[in-house]
């Protein structure tokens, strides 16, 4: 049994639950989407040029990591609450010193505790998702799309995985819906209006309270559709349309140690038939940042065997949400 | 601080042998045979003053002579404490020596840097030995340390006017004078600095008036919950604050590249000042050491691999430290039991082990809306300047004792912090200098050094927010923080 997706507001006739069984797959169906595996080409040119990295990055990174698994807390290993956050916020501030050479990184404002509203029709059945998702990162200018026209053209041709005889709206909570909300979260005149980059942190201490990472890349679909979607609406009405411009979020899931990346492009809201052109998603899974962190030494037969420290450092993992971080603006 | 009880000494017998030199004056043991005859000896060796001194032995035959180590005597406890400072100062790591420092645990005094208390600031300079100076010290600011070249700087685009600064900042740092350029003084350097400045600021007050219409304006925010409005919109607007412009702020000031940032971290401290007699239980009447601890939670803190630079000499005095007649617990304070904790924020392995920013959110409680209703206008300060001294002295003393100083060994060279104080419109700023870690009874004598803290009162930063604008930007604060972070060693 999958956990619930968002949380719940406070009128509850406009509560939202999202389970998703099938998880990427069936948000695929839900937001009309082709999948397209590993990052773009883009964004990866940017992770591996020497250029868009920092100063003795990768001890930097070692650095942060052990701040967040080591040292930060007085006890002697901090729990998943504490240094799953610690762990992003060291990442972020890695990423912010970069607007030492890119002055407009520092156009990009972090938004804590925001709510998402997004509605749309999906085959007959209204779809809504709502709530406080995670931690938006936005911008003064949007990210330029990713996919060109022919390959837009080319989802024409995929045909979306269906489930028969399972519908794949099973498992979301039907709610009575007064109002068909859209909302970015933001009121008009935000000067830093488009979303870049949504970041995930499943810090819960018990694994039950944890997203798989399945169903984590689910959610983190579900909600770049969602804020796409909002940004779409505001900026071209309501109607159901291809978009000349299509809009692109991205998005981060960590639990501390997995990292999930995601790019998702919104093509079209046109959503109500299965075939026309789809939305495009890229995603990166289950990338280990470090193999593990021995908090306490391990010592067998009173002899050291394993000192305290970080193993097993990947630092492409981190060159990767750095160029997550840098897309758009270098 | 009392002695280990675990570690017993081999009790040394001392053997009496008739050598004059060796008898002490307290020995009332029957005088052996040999010591008789030779008393006429030692007479006469007293009587020949022209006798060449008696060559000292090359190692002592005997062991030397103290007191107990279990004895229930004023002497056996004074060499049980002695034992146990030279335990710590031949402590191996850091750790143990933290850990053998705070191993004792009594009843002691638990101080909240942000306390209702009544003149709280007075108490808590006495209880740190601390010197408060109204105003902050005289150095370079960044506005007027930049070099006047006012037409250059002024027609060009924001990068170049920071590089052309940043190149003339560093050929005329070396020129100006801390004293000459104070931040308010209107001296000819200042509409020549401001032009350059101006490019600089108006980014930074744009970051900020952006950070601020953003939590408080245009995100869609429920209502605050009861008595949590500052988690509502000041909290995320100081970390946004803090973050942003430590990042904006990394090209001109490389020590924040290296800095760590930490939200919402731990800082503790432990110390004994002064002596009190114990009151009730079955330590009723001993002469105890008055303990305290501060255990801090400031909203976020930066903290870097290399020290700040010292504001003034080691030795400085600057002022009296007050003197309170009174025991803590009148403050109000009060005592609890519990571990000894000495923290910056992470542990001794971390690299960033000195501190540089550190900033507080005055909390729900103490807001000046309180104060005034309660007619205790004039405490309103005093909540800032307790909270500065009080939590400044914990994280520069933490940080001494992480490079192995502590009250036995004090301070060689001394520690620099700085910290905002802010209610989210209000700044007040602070920086503190600890000269001296030797508090106790014993060794405060012995010293003469003060801890030095400078601070300003608080001044709002705008005055009110209104339809998507801020109104009422105050420049002088917004100098003060960028101030604040630039400060860097003088080798960078």
């Known amino acids: 049994v999958t956990p619930p997706l968002s949380q719940p507001e406070e009128n509850s006739h406009l509560r939202v639950f999202l389970l998703l069984f099938r998880g990427v797959r069936q948000a695929q169906w839900l937001t009309k989407t082709k999948l397209v595996q590993g990052l773009p080409a883009a964004v990866l040119s940017i992770a591996e040029n020497p250029a868009h990295q920092l100063q003795e990055q990768e001890e930097a990174v070692h650095r942060a990591i052990a701040h967040a698994r080591l040292w930060e807390t007085t006890e002697v290993a901090p729990r998943r609450e504490k240094y799953c956050p610690v762990l992003f916020e060291d990442l972020i501030h890695l990423c912010r010193s970069m607007s030492m050479k890119y002055p407009s990184l520092a156009r990009r404002m972090l938004a804590r505790n925001y709510r998402i509203a997004a509605t749309w029709e999906r085959e007959s059945t209204l779809l809504q998702i709502r709530g406080l998702n995670g931690i938006l990162m936005n911008s003064m200018t949007p990210i330029p799309p990713i996919a060109s026209k022919e390959e837009i053209l080319a989802t024409k041709d995929h045909v979306l995985e269906t489930f028969y005889p399972i519908s794949p709206t099973i498992d979301l909570q039907e709610v009575i819906v007064y109002q068909e909300l859209n909302d970015t979260g933001f009121k008009d005149g935000y000067p830093y209006s488009h979303p870049h980059t949504l970041y995930f942190l499943e810090s819960a201490n018990n694994r039950p309270n944890r997203f798989r990472p399945e169903q984590l890349r689910a959610k983190m679909l579900m909600f770049a559709f969602g804020n796409a979607l909002a940004k779409a609406r505001v900026l071209y009405g309501n109607d159901p349309q291809v978009l000349e411009q299509p809009i692109v979020v991205q998005s981060v899931g960590t639990d501390g140690q997995l990292f999930q990346f995601l790019v998702f492009q919104l093509n079209t809201t046109d959503l109500v038939s299965n075939d026309g052109i789809k939305n495009l998603v890229w995603i990166d899974s289950d990338q280990k940042l470090y193999e593990s962190a021995q908090c306490v030494p391990e010592v067998k037969k009173r002899v050291v065997t394993k000192p305290t420290g970080i193993y097993g450092l990947q630092p492409e993992t981190f060159k990767k949400f750095l160029a997550l971080y840098l897309h758009g603006t270098v | ?492």
């Open chain 2, 1 to 492: 601080m009392s002695l280990s009880r675990g570690v017993r000494r081999p009790i040394k017998l001392l053997i009496w042998a008739p050598c004059p030199s060796a008898v002490p004056q307290l020995c009332k043991m029957a005088a052996c045979r040999g010591r008789r005859l030779l008393w006429h000896g030692r007479c006469w060796f007293s009587q020949d003053p022209a006798a060449p001194p008696p060559t000292p032995a090359p190692a002592p035959l005997y062991p030397p002579i103290v007191a107990s180590h279990t004895a229930k005597s004023k002497v056996a406890k004074r060499r049980r404490l002695e034992l146990f400072y030279q335990q710590v100062h031949e402590a191996a790591t850091i750790e143990e020596k933290l850990r053998l420092y705070g191993k004792l645990q009594r009843p002691k005094y638990m101080v909240y840097p942000q306390t209702f208390a009544l003149n709280a600031d007075r108490w808590y300079q006495s209880f740190t030995k601390t010197v408060f100076v109204p105003g902050l010290p005289p150095r370079a600011p960044p506005a007027a340390a930049k070099a006047p070249e006012p037409g250059a700087g002024a027609a060009e685009a924001l990068e170049q006017g920071t590089a052309t600064a940043g190149a003339a900042a560093s050929g005329a740092a070396e020129a100006l004078q801390p004293g000459a350029a104070a931040p308010g003084a209107a001296t000819a350097t200042k509409p020549a600095a401001e032009a350059a400045a101006e490019l600089d600021l108006g980014a930074l007050r744009d970051l900020a008036c952006d950070a601020l219409l953003q939590e408080s304006f245009y995100q869609n925010k429920k209502r605050p919950f009861l008595y949590r409005d500052q988690d509502h919109t000041p909290a995320p607007f100081l970390t946004q604050l803090a973050s942003s412009f430590a990042a904006f702020l990394c090209k001109r000031n490389p020590l924040l590249a290296a800095s760590s940032l930490d939200l919402n971290p731990e800082i503790n401290y432990y110390w004994h000042h002064g002596e009190e007699v114990v009151v009730h239980g079955h330590r009723k009447g001993r002469v105890d050491p008055v303990r305290f601890q501060i255990d801090d939670k400031p909203h976020l803190q930066i903290r870097v691999p290399k020290q700040l630079p010292e504001v003034v000499p080691l030795e400085s005095d600057l002022g009296d430290v007050p003197v309170v007649n009174h025991k803590p617990s009148k403050l109000p304070l009060f005592k609890k039991q519990y571990e000894n904790k000495v923290f910056i924020g992470s542990k001794v392995a971390d690299p960033c082990c000195y501190g540089h920013t550190q900033f507080h959110l005055i909390p729900d409680k103490l807001n000046r809306q309180r104060f005034k209703v309660a007619n205790l206008e004039d405490q309103i300060e005093v909540v800032y300047r307790a909270n500065g001294i009080a939590s400044l002295f914990a994280w520069t003393a933490a940080q001494a004792m992480y490079q192995g100083f502590w009250n036995e060994a004090d301070v060689t060279r001394p520690f620099v912090s700085q910290a905002v104080v802010t209610d989210g419109k209000y700044f007040a700023f602070f920086c503190y200098q600890l000269n001296t870690l030797a508090l106790t009874a014993e060794t405060i004598q012995k010293s003469s050094r003060k801890n030095i803290c400078w601070g300003t009162d608080s001044k709002p930063l705008y005055d009110v927010v209104e339809d998507g604008s801020v109104k009422g930007f105050n420049d002088e604060v917004l100098l003060q923080l960028v101030g604040f972070l630039l400060n860097r060693p003088k080798e960078l």
